[in-house]
């Protein structure tokens, strides 16, 4: 599913696209509530997804250092009829980019300063630690792994693990990696650093660090220099990197397939 996003004119959108895999390829399904410059996602355990993401209007980097409007709305989905219904919710100041489900059903969101909780169950948020974050993965044990780059730093990134039930961090790591560089968890739990930009240049650089030794290496670099790319984890167990923008800015809408010898 792809939500929201900036158009050519600049301006937040409200499409909202399902990629399918048997053709490769994306259609429109509708719109959302909300346009949305950088929603975070969530499927909950009934098939719903949760959307929340910055108002238009607002400044993103102006949620590095201060809350802002945050919108929600949660979508029930009619699979047999391919539509849906909207209901909109009332969220928490933030800038929340990143969803994670809790074995609890309770959903994790992170955002550049802080993070929530979600609770389908009562449609309510709640603040939480005082950290943020760009990305933030389950660890398959009920414990999340949030990164985010450090300020004075662009170029390193912080590494928390948390128990978010019980609003603890349990360890934390520095991994040296390009800022803008894309992050996913491979299944067997180390993190894949790809990409990025330093300092003007973009880069294919891939780091792979493991959370369980606190070890890094550097492996093979992506066919294709790019910075802020989506990543995610396929089926197959190979990292998928989606979009991102070059130099001049400019979005590229290549999508390239990673592979680590030995992960699952």
Known sequence: MAVGG???????????????????????????????QDPAL????????????????????????????????????????HSYQAS??????????????????????????????????TGRFGNRLPFGGRHAFDDGQGRV?????????????????????AG???????????EGAAVVRLGDGRLLFAGGRFPTKDKADVVLFDPSSGLRAELAGLLHRRARATALLGQDGRALFIGGDLQSDLPTMIVERYEVQGAR
Request: glycine share 10%.
């Open 168 to 178: 603890k961090t349990l360890h934390e790591w520095d991994v040296v990696a390009s």
């Open 6 to 36: 900036v158009g050519e004119d600049e301006a937040a959108v409200r499409g909202l696209e399902m990629f399918e895999p048997g053709p490769e390829r994306f259609r429109e399904v509708g719109g959302t509530l909300f346009e949305y």
């Open 88 to 121: 909109p919710l009332s969220a928490p100041p933030g800038a929340y980019q990143k969803a994670v489900v809790l074995p609890s059903g309770r959903v994790l969101l992170v955002g550049f300063h802080s993070n929530a909780l979600f609770d389908p169950g």
């Open 145 to 165: 792994l949030v990164v985010g780059p450090l300020g004075s730093n662009p170029n390193l990134f912080h590494v928390r693990q948390v128990d978010a039930e």
């Open 42 to 81: 969530a499927i909950l355990r009934d098939g719903s997804v949760l959307v929340t993401g910055a108002s238009p209007d607002e400044d993103l980097y102006r949620f590095r250092k201060e809350p802002g409007d945050v919108r929600a709305e949660l979508l029930r989905w009619d699979p047999e009829a």
